[in-house]
Nanobody, 119 residues
Framework: QVQLVESGGGLVQPGGSLRLSCTTS????????MGWYRQAPPKQRELVAA???????NYTDSVKGRFTIARDNAKNTVYLQMNSLKPEDTAVYYC?????????????WGQGTQVTVSS
C-alpha cells in the first residue's frame, strides 16, 4: 500500500508563492508517474501538473509559466512550486501517484492540502 502525504498549503496573497510537497512511502517511488490535482467546489477535480517516471512534465494551460512540478527520487518526494498565485488558484490540492504493473493500473491519492489565495 502506497501512502502519500502532502504539505505546504496555506494562505497567501495574490502574486505570492507557495511550494507543495508530497512524500510517498510503501513502494518504489521512481516507478510512479506523479501528479498534482486540485478541486474547488463545485468544480470537478482537475489535473494541474504531472511528471512521469522519466521526468517528462505537462501542465494545464492556466498554470503554464507560473507553476513548476519536480521530483526527487532519492527523497521519494514530488514538489509543486507555485508562483504568481491568483485567487482562482484557490483549491484543495491533491497529490496523485499512478503506475501499471503486469497490466494492472494502480492509483493512489493523498489527503489534500488547502491553498487559499486572498488579500
Amino acid at each position: 500500500q502506497v501512502q502519500l502525504v502532502e504539505s505546504g498549503g496555506g494562505l497567501v496573497q495574490p502574486g505570492g508563492s507557495l511550494r507543495l510537497s508530497c512524500t510517498t512511502s510503501g513502494s518504489i517511488f521512481s516507478i510512479y508517474n506523479m501528479g498534482w490535482y486540485r478541486q474547488a467546489p463545485p468544480k470537478q477535480r482537475e489535473l494541474v501538473a504531472a511528471i512521469t517516471s522519466g521526468g517528462i512534465t505537462n501542465y494545464t494551460d492556466s498554470v503554464k509559466g507560473r507553476f513548476t512540478i519536480a521530483r526527487d527520487n532519492a527523497k521519494n518526494t514530488v514538489y509543486l512550486q507555485m508562483n504568481s498565485l491568483k485567487p482562482e488558484d484557490t483549491a484543495v490540492y491533491y497529490c496523485n501517484a499512478q503506475t501499471v504493473r503486469i497490466g494492472v493500473k494502480y492509483v493512489y491519492w493523498g489527503q489534500g492540502t488547502q491553498v487559499t489565495v486572498s488579500s
